[in-house]
């Protein structure tokens, strides 16, 4: 299958500052890319769909000047978490988006974010 | 509103069991599901999804899922439990735009010797 790397897999960081993760596509190229938050024991939460080259859709309840996402190029997306605070601390998944005869959506290692 | 509600939080099988891992959705329209697996600190795996056509689907490492429209089910099943699958299983639905998945909670899979 098509491989999507998400770094970094593990960040801890001082309340206040900013941090940013990135998601790569790295053998296709992905126009759309998905965010998810994931609470300990609890489901996958979409964030926001990312778009190449156009603003990110965010879902209901998502703070977009906290979560802020960038999709600059086909097989980049990155998402920073402004002036993290404590709650801010989960695990953030992305996934890509392969279209063709078989669209399909593969998702990165994710990433525990852990502010102190 | 879409949802999707997996009953067993934890499930523990003996290797070499079979196993059957739950999944209800509501959907307005004709859904489209999926089963991924999760192991500890990785990302998802899609195990496999339905879209149309047969009922019966079969996806990677064994596993199966029957889409039955009047129970609005979607189980999952893998008739020898191998310990290597032990994870976390995710029920999802949607349309056919992965923007539109919702998932489950999650079915934590342990497998005992």
């Known amino acids: 299958g098509a491989v999507v790397s998400q770094h970094p897999s593990r960040v801890i960081c001082k309340s206040g500052t900013s941090v940013k993760i990135e998601c790569r596509s790295l053998d296709f190229q992905a126009t759309t890319m998905f965010w998810y938050r994931q609470f300990p024991k609890q489901s996958l939460m979409l964030m926001a769909t990312s778009n190449e080259g156009s603003k990110a859709t965010y879902e209901q309840g998502v703070e977009k000047d906290k979560f802020l996402i960038n999709h600059a190029s086909l097989t980049l997306s990155t998402l920073t978490v402004t002036s993290a605070h404590p709650e801010d601390s989960s695990f953030y998944i992305c996934?890509?988006?392969?279209?063709?005869?078989?669209?399909?959506?593969?998702f990165g290692q994710g990433t525990r974010l852990t502010v102190v | 509103a879409q949802s999707v509600t997996q009953p067993d939080i934890h499930i523990t099988v003996s290797e070499g069991a079979s196993l059957e891992l739950r999944c209800n959705y509501s959907y307005g329209a004709t859904p489209y599901l999926f089963w991924y697996v999760q192991s500890p600190g990785q990302g998802l795996q899609l195990l496999l999804k339905y879209f149309s056509g047969d009922t019966l689907v079969q996806g990677i490492k064994g596993f199966e899922a029957e889409f039955k429209r009047s129970q609005s089910s979607f189980n999952l099943r893998k008739p020898s439990v191998h310990w290597s699958d032990a994870a976390e299983y995710f029920c999802?639905?949607?349309?056919?735009?992965?923007?539109?998945?919702?998932f489950g909670k999650g079915t934590m899979l342990l497998v005992s010797p």
């Open positions: 999802a639905v949607g349309a056919r735009g992965y923007s539109t998945l919702t």
């Open positions: 996934s890509a988006e392969r279209t063709g005869l078989d669209t399909e959506a593969f």
